[in-house]
């Protein structure tokens, strides 16, 4: 009997296998269909209820705000929400607020404070230092000696002259230690006797030098109460100007503030002879104002502190009017350095005007009232040297200088200053060059008399500090108004 093939053992797994397949399949379809359905219908209700439970959704973290993009990782919870409780943490968190308020404003209090502080100490180191550098007190004159009057048959020279005590103490040479001195307490002393009320030539003073003597000691009781009485006090503006104008000579050991037309070429050709710079001081030649000369910015701070409290300090002056119309004779005059091109156009564009002729003279060159009227209207701090204050330039109250000659007396105060720092030279103080015009009287009342006495009086004004600090009388009384004006 021929066998017919039936299904094999692997076929009817297979048929099992998917029929058992499915029907994992559409029972899990029929779930899944029965939640979907439940969930739709359920819905409405569980919204309703959410907005009406007394529980809110509180986020756990804490600083999260609807800004926040990431996805926050962590669960949220439901607290429940207590009025009293949220009204107390909103009045901690007002009085948290309140306390770092008052704490920022209290450091702010302390660093206002702290810096008034500061401003505060930093004037009274400078007071300290004002102080600290004030001119001492000259020690009181000594008992004053009865004057003993001279024999009635005994006929008074005529030279004799009785000198009435004065507020002003003036510091008698060398060589009058034992003359009596003027007195501010009384009256009884002579100038021309000793303490023993004695006639003695040795004690008789000259015009020059009482008039050297007061003017040094003007100046060191003017500087006495000054601000800038100390080099240390100077800006950084001044001390360019000073160390640039105050020359140093470390082998005779002495520092000369030279101001241009006060015979500063004179004291540069004795400096470079001490130094063997030049042959002699008579030879005629061109000055050069740079060339062998050491000066005050040459050296570091500590350097120039020491030579401050060591060397020999001089300086000398000039009645300001005559400087100023020697500057003028020198360089619109006589045009040197084309003085003339530089200013002259812009000054008589300004202060001459159009159509104005000047009688015999050049029409480009400036008269000496432009001139002036130029000098009130510039800043000083930006003017040229041979105009500018002598007292800005030489700085005398904060470099304390041991000596202030004069241009009025240059002969005897060079001579006096020479043979004190010369040591082994024979330097003397040179003869005018040949080619040297002097501005006389004459020429200077000629000057001034076509000068309205407003301009001049604005120009005592501008140059006032060098006036009462080097003891010379303004011009203003000694001025008539020009006719015509």
């Not at 104002?289 to 502190?305: A, N, P, T, Y």
């Not at 003017?383 to 241009?407: I, N, T």
């Amino acid at each position: 009997m021929k066998q017919i093939p039936g299904p094999s053992c692997t076929m009817v797994k297979r048929y099992y296998t998917i029929r058992v397949s499915r029907t994992v399949a559409h029972v899990f379809c029929l779930c899944f269909a029965i939640t979907f359905c439940t969930l739709l219908v359920a819905l409405p209700s569980l919204e309703k209820s959410r907005q009406s439970s007394p529980f809110i959704e509180v986020d756990r973290r804490a600083g999260s705000s609807e800004h926040d993009i990431e996805v926050q990782d962590e669960p949220l919870v439901l607290v429940e929400y207590d009025p009293a409780e949220a009204a107390l943490k909103r009045e901690e968190d007002k009085m948290r607020e309140r306390a770092a308020k008052e704490a920022k404003a209290r450091q702010d209090a302390e660093r206002r404070l702290g810096e008034r502080e500061r401003v505060r100490e930093t004037e009274r180191d400078r007071e300290r230092d004002r102080q600290r550098y004030v001119e001492r007190e000259e020690p009181r004159l000594p008992a004053r000696a009865p004057v003993r009057e001279a024999p009635k048959e005994v006929a008074r020279r005529p030279d004799e002259r009785r000198v009435e005590s004065a507020p002003v103490r003036i510091k008698l040479p060398n060589g009058m230690k034992g003359c009596a001195r003027p007195s501010p307490y009384g009256r009884g002393y002579n100038v021309d006797r000793d303490t023993t009320g004695q006639i003695n030539a040795a004690c008789t003073m000259d015009e020059k030098e009482v008039t050297r003597n007061v003017r040094n000691t003007t100046i060191k009781s003017l500087c006495a109460v000054e601000e800038l009485n100390h080099f240390s006090l100077l800006n950084s503006e001044q001390r360019r100007t000073l160390d640039a104008q105050v020359l140093v000579d470390d082998a005779h050991k002495f520092m000369y503030c030279f101001v241009p037309k006060v015979a500063c070429s004179n004291w540069k050709r004795v400096i470079k002879y001490m130094n063997n710079k030049v042959p002699d001081l008579e030879t005629p030649m061109k000055m050069d104002h740079r060339k062998d000369l050491v000066f005050l910015h040459d050296f570091s701070d500590e350097e120039i502190q020491l030579r401050l409290k060591t060397y020999y300090k001089f300086m000398f002056v000039r009645d300001p009017t005559e400087r100023l119309l020697s500057a003028y004779r020198n360089k619109f005059g006589e045009n040197i350095g084309s003085y003339n091109a530089k200013y002259g156009p812009k000054i008589i564009e300004k202060y001459r005007k159009p159509g104005k002729l000047i009688e015999g003279s050049d029409q480009s060159m400036i008269t000496f009232e432009e001139f002036l009227r130029f000098l009130v209207d510039s800043d000083t701090r930006r003017m040229d040297p041979h105009w500018r204050p002598m007292h800005e330039l030489c700085q005398p109250c904060a470099m304390k200088y041991d000596f202030v000659g004069s241009f009025e007396q240059l002969s005897e105060d060079a001579t006096l200053i020479i043979n004190k720092v010369r040591g082994s030279s024979d330097a003397y103080f040179p003869a005018r060059q040949s080619w040297y015009k002097p501005t006389t009287d004459e020429k200077k009342n000629q000057q001034l008399n076509n000068v309205h006495p407003t301009y001049m009086k604005q120009v005592v004004d501008k140059y006032a500090k060098d006036y009462i600090l080097f003891g010379y009388p303004p011009p203003i009384s000694d001025i008539t108004r020009p006719k015509g004006l």
